[in-house]
Each structure stands twice: as structure tokens, then as C-alpha cells.
């Protein structure tokens, strides 16, 4: 089993930056970032496959929000910028446990087998 660990939440002023690291236990083939807002289903923000380091994000934080991995540190990082009040949510780290052909699949949540606790991220207006 790996052990997911986000750290880098906080709160921030609209047009502010955070940068998210969640650092995994072990080795997955790709990782992803989610959020989660109360009363709302979980929706996707971005992932990265491991392998060779490909993305792909949501339509609402292109061009704002930038995914990396740190292979050497076996972790991966969501660097948020110009954030704006809809983004507060908890945060989630996944991370998948098995290989993968289409990286579309990587926006399913029911693809990853690894989950962090969250991190709240809070941007007040």
C-alpha cells in the first residue's frame, strides 16, 4: 500500500499562488490532484504520468495551475497561480497503482487506487 502525504495548503488572497507537494511511499505510474467542495462531487484538477512526465488538466485551471514530479523525490507538485475564490476546496493527491494507454483516464478518479487526506486551500476575495 502507498502512503500519499500532502503538504501546502493554506489560505490566500484572489490572484495569489500555492504550491501543493504530496510525496508518495512508493511507486505509481501516475499521479493526480482532485478537489472537493462540501456538498459537491469530487472533480478533477490535473495529473501527470509518471513515466514521461505527460499532463492534462481541467478545463478550469489551464494556463493557471501547472503539475511536476520530482522523481528523485518520488513526489508531485500542483503549482496554483492567479487563484480565485471558486477554487477553495480540499485538495486530494491520488496516485495510480497500474499501467495505463490513454491518458484521458487519468481524469477518473475511479482510476487511482491511492488517495492522500487533503489539504484546504481557501482564496478569499
Known amino acids: 500500500q502507498v502512503q500519499l502525504v500532502e503538504s501546502g495548503g493554506g489560505l490566500v488572497q484572489a490572484g495569489g499562488s500555492l504550491r501543493l507537494s504530496c510525496a508518495a511511499s512508493g511507486r505509481t505510474y501516475a499521479m493526480g490532484w482532485f478537489r472537493q467542495v462540501p456538498g459537491k462531487e469530487r472533480e478533477f484538477v490535473a495529473a501527470?504520468?509518471?513515466?514521461?512526465?505527460?499532463?492534462l488538466y481541467a478545463d478550469a485551471v489551464k494556463g493557471r495551475f501547472s503539475i511536476s514530479r520530482d522523481i528523485a523525490k518520488n513526489t508531485v507538485y500542483l503549482q496554483m497561480n492567479d487563484l480565485k475564490p471558486e477554487d477553495t476546496a480540499i485538495y486530494y493527491c491520488?496516485?495510480?497503482?497500474?499501467?495505463?494507454?490513454?491518458?484521458?483516464?487519468?481524469?477518473?478518479?475511479?482510476?487511482?487506487?491511492?488517495w492522500g487526506q487533503g489539504t484546504q486551500v481557501t482564496v478569499s476575495s
Open positions: 501527470i504520468n509518471w513515466s514521461d512526465g505527460s499532463t
Open positions: 491520488a496516485g495510480k497503482s497500474r499501467t495505463f494507454a490513454l491518458l484521458n483516464l487519468l481524469a477518473v478518479g475511479a482510476q487511482y487506487s491511492y
